[in-house]
């Protein structure tokens, strides 16, 4: 039973991400260069690329996983550092498997040194879906319990920024569907960055939709491109009136005339 009637929206202002300078490089590769991107507060936002461009590379940056290079600057809406209001669920579910579902709801507070609030916690895990499965370890759990159980492990965190690496692109359709609904509803008027290989993904989740291509940036939905797709999210990705953001989208993600890799 999926509790949905609060999503602690009043506990948030709403923070924006902004990126500027941006390069990413592994040592003499350079994977993305000269980008710069912006993440309106409160808004969702989906970034596409091809696979090996720098997607998660590009997240984890931005999570502080990975030191920024060269001249990348990746600050809030206001031109202040992200510091810890950032949540990051990775693209492998990263549940440490000899702990419960419960535990490593609760792993980011306890590394931390925090007093941990079990009752909250067992309440994450009931808004996710998964309150009876709080005894069970990653082994014994399906595809997509682990992956409420991760999206419990990020809303634990209670940050205003949650970034997200192809956090759905495991499961099945029908559970895929349910995962965003629910994602949708509890984390709605966070500022979210979502890494996904699926347009159609993009079209039902994002207010806005970046491609990544290397070595530069484009994105779609700028002032310079204004492609938004219309209606509110979640929206059905066979929507015909989704047809142009569609096209949009597949147009700049196979766009030949920007391949270099390095410089
Ligand atoms: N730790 C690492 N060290 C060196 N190269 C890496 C590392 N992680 C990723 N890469 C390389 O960076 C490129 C982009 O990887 P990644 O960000 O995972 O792409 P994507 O998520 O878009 O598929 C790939 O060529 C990958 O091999
Ligand atoms: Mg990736």
């Given amino acids: 039973m999926i509790d949905t009637s609060t999503n602690h929206a009043a506990s948030y202002r ?9 390069r990413l490089a592994w040592g003499e590769t350079v994977l993305l260069k000269d980008f710069s991107f912006d993440v309106k507060p409160g808004s969702w936002t989906c970034l596409l690329g091809e696979s090996g461009v720098g997607k998660s590379t590009l997240l984890r940056t931005i999570a502080g996983l990975i030191e920024p290079t060269g001249p ?24 440490l498997p000899w702990l419960s579902a419960i535990d490593n709801v609760m792993l980011g507070a306890r590394l931390r040194g925090e007093a941990v609030d079990g009752d ?14 709080a ?9 997509g319990e682990r992956q409420r159980v991760a999206l419990a492990r990020t809303l634990m965190e ?12 495991a499961l099945d359709a029908i ?23 699926d347009p159609f993904e993009a079209l039902r989740l994002a207010d806005d939709v970046i491609i990544l291509r290397g070595p530069v940036l484009d994105h779609v939905g700028s002032p ?9 999210v979640p929206r059905d990705p066979t929507d015909p009136t ?10 700049a993600l196979a766009d030949p005339t920007v391949t270099e890799k390095t410089v």
């Fill in 14 to 22: 709403p923070i924006g991400l902004s990126v500027r300078n941006g």
């Fill in 175 to 197: 559970t895929r569907t349910r995962l965003q609904d629910l994602a949708v509803n509890l984390l709605a008027h966070r500022t979210v960055l979502m890494v996904t290989h």
């Fill in 72 to 95: 990348t600057e990746i600050l809030d809406h206001e031109g202040c550092a992200l510091r810890d209001r950032v949540a990051y669920m990775a693209q492998q579910d990263l549940l």
């Fill in 242 to 251: 989704l047809r142009d953001a569609h096209q949009a989208i597949m147009h």
């Fill in 135 to 143: 005894n069970a370890r990653p082994a014994e759990m399906s595809g």
């Fill in 120 to 133: 909250h916690a067992r309440d994450i895990l009931a808004r996710t879906g998964v309150a009876e499965r």
């Fill in 158 to 169: 209670e940050c205003p920024i949650v970034l997200m690496d192809e956090p759905f692109s």
């Fill in 224 to 232: 310079n491109m204004p492609i938004v797709p219309p209606g509110t």
